[in-house]
């Protein structure tokens, strides 16, 4: 235990139906562990957890990598709760940077397809990360879009989620 204190514990309880256990899968983070929140696709920030409160279930993180949009905040330390980020398995997402920039610039102006296309590809994305062939990828999000698509109520809600990250942006 190199030092860490690990953050109580986030517990994910899964219901199989097979089964009518419960099973438990704990996950843990410390001191010093790369994380991310968000998705490049929209807003990402990267960095390094410097600070634990288990009584809060928050976290400081040095973030270190970000979206061009978000890159003003590159070398700075920001709090986040615990249960909002995720550990970074391999590397940095293609499009983020570690630069930072002097300018906070206005956020992105998305057509609804575009949102669309977006949250497909924050879903491929979340599911296998960036290790695709080029096609299967597009293919996939494609899928995904399709899916959004044939679903009102589901567009709907992604264009507003969308939308309002974007309006914290300005």
């Not at 419960?22 to 994380?35: K, P, S, T, Y």
């Not at 990828?137 to 974007?166: C, F, K, W």
Request: aromatic share 4%; glycine share 6%; charged share 25%.
């Amino acid at each position: 235990m190199s030092g860490t204190s690990p953050l109580l514990p986030r517990i994910l309880w899964c219901n199989s139906q097979h089964s009518k256990e419960l099973e438990q899968e704990a996950m843990i983070l410390h001191i010093g562990e790369r994380v991310y929140w968000g998705a490049p696709e929209v807003i990402y920030l990267e960095g390094t957890i410097t600070k634990l409160d288990e009584a809060t279930q928050s976290v400081l993180v040095h973030i270190d990598r970000a979206t061009p949009n978000s890159a003003h905040l590159i070398d700075t330390t920001i709090s986040f709760f615990a249960d909002g980020l995720a550990p970074l398995k391999g590397g940095s997402p293609p499009g983020t940077t570690n630069e930072r920039s002097t300018e906070h610039p206005s956020a992105h102006k998305l057509s609804d397809d575009e949102k669309i296309r977006n949250a497909a590809a924050v879903a491929v994305h979340q599911k296998y990360g960036y290790t695709l062939p080029s096609e299967q990828e597009h293919a996939m999000i494609d899928q995904v879009a399709q899916v959004i698509n044939g679903d009102p109520e589901m567009r709907r809600r992604i264009i507003t989620s969308i939308d309002e990250i974007l309006m914290r942006e300005k």
